[in-house]
């Protein structure tokens, strides 16, 4: 499985940015995917994640700014980040689920991560 994420970088508050996360070597389309965040010395968040059906979750910090979607004949996934924050700034890790695990979004699977970076 090799998730490679694309698409973070530096913008000013009030910014927006597109995070893309393209999958090879997985059944993409039956299982969820989500997406994490990291900022330096902090633990890894959750941010968003999305069932094979659509289902959405959001964490409260980022719901109505953020937009998680995927398209699984292009197998990749994408956020859709809006209204940016510095508190935003984190290295983004794409994750999928492992399905060797219980539950239906059980991440057992992570990208080398992307750097989005928000100035005031």
């Known amino acids: 499985v090799q998730l490679v994420e694309s698409g973070g970088g530096s913008v000013q508050a009030g910014g927006s940015l597109r995070l893309s996360c393209a999958a090879s070597g997985y059944t993409y389309s039956t299982y969820c995917m989500g997406w994490f965040r990291q900022a330096l010395g902090e633990e890894r968040e959750g941010v968003a994640a999305?069932?094979?059906?659509?289902?959405?979750t959001y964490a409260d910090s980022v719901k109505g700014r953020f937009t998680i979607s995927r398209d699984n004949a292009k197998t990749t996934l994408y956020l859709q980040m809006n209204s940016l924050k510095p508190e935003d700034t984190a290295m983004y890790y794409c994750?999928?689920?492992?399905?060797?695990?219980?539950?239906?979004?059980?991440?057992?699977?992570w990208g080398q991560g992307t750097q989005v970076t928000v100035s005031s």
């Open positions: 994750a999928a689920h492992d399905p060797k695990r219980r539950g239906s979004c059980s991440f057992g699977y």
């Open positions: 999305i069932d094979n059906d659509g289902t959405t």
